[in-house]
């Protein structure tokens, strides 16, 4: 089937659904992702430009992104655990960082997530699931955001703390730096 889309590119083939695109201009079909798709430069630029916590942060923080949270996260997770760490994320490329109540709220939305987290993961060779070394990095890097980049939570239930945040403050990065840094990581990873 084919679809007119008025533009001067002509019709859209949407025999895998509607496609979206990509920092690299390329099409990506969400709801049919395949690894040939899956492009690690678009990865790294879109999570560079997509901001933490919906965007509430600190007035003194201009811009914390996913990709940043990615590079952090693969620093501090045991050896053999870093590619995944970096990777844990990368769905949130194609269909954005949606905060936690809006993710449980949204049963498409975690389904979705997992369909393409499930063929990052293939692609990359990594876990089918999520390994709790990588589990617990990630949530010793919110505990250290919730300190070092999002405001004093006035009446925000974050729950007990489980564990302890890193003892090293975030500088948080500005988009272009999170993806270099990001492509960089990955560079060294693989």
Same mark, same amino acid.
């Given at each position: ?16 659904? $509607? ?11 969400? @709801? #049919? ?13 879109? @999570?560079?430009? /997509?901001?933490? $916590? ?17 590079? *952090? ?7 053999? $655990? ?12 194609? !269909?954005?960082?949606? /905060?936690?109540? !809006?993710?449980?709220? @949204? +049963?498409?939305?975690?389904? &979705? ?12 060779? &990594? +876990?089918?699931?999520?390994? +709790?070394?990588?589990?617990?990095? #990630? ?27 890193? +003892?090293?403050? !975030? ?8 993806? $270099?840094?990001? *492509? ?7």
């Amino acid at each position: 089937m084919k679809y007119d889309t008025g533009d001067l590119r002509g019709a859209v083939d949407l025999k895998r659904g $509607f496609n979206q695109g990509t920092a690299s201009g390329l099409p990506f079909w969400s @709801l #049919d992702p395949r690894p040939e798709d899956i492009r690690i430069e678009d990865i790294a630029a879109q @999570l560079a430009r /997509i901001c933490r $916590f919906g965007g509430a942060l600190r007035d003194d923080v201009e811009h914390y992104s996913v990709a940043q949270h990615s590079v *952090l996260v693969s620093h501090h997770v045991p050896h053999g $655990f870093e590619l995944e760490a970096l990777l844990h994320d990368a769905a949130e490329a194609y !269909i954005g960082d949606h /905060i936690k109540p !809006i993710k449980h709220a @949204l +049963p498409d939305v975690q389904h &979705l997530e997992a369909l393409i987290d499930n063929v990052i993961r293939d692609k990359y060779n &990594l +876990p089918v699931h999520i390994s +709790p070394e990588v589990k617990k990095a #990630d949530y010793e890097a919110v505990l250290t955001e919730r300190r070092d980049v999002v405001p004093e939570p006035r009446g925000v239930d974050w729950g007990v703390a489980k564990a302890e945040p890193w +003892p090293e403050r !975030i500088i948080p990065w500005d988009a272009s730096t999170a993806r $270099f840094m990001f *492509l960089r990581r990955f560079k060294e990873l693989t």
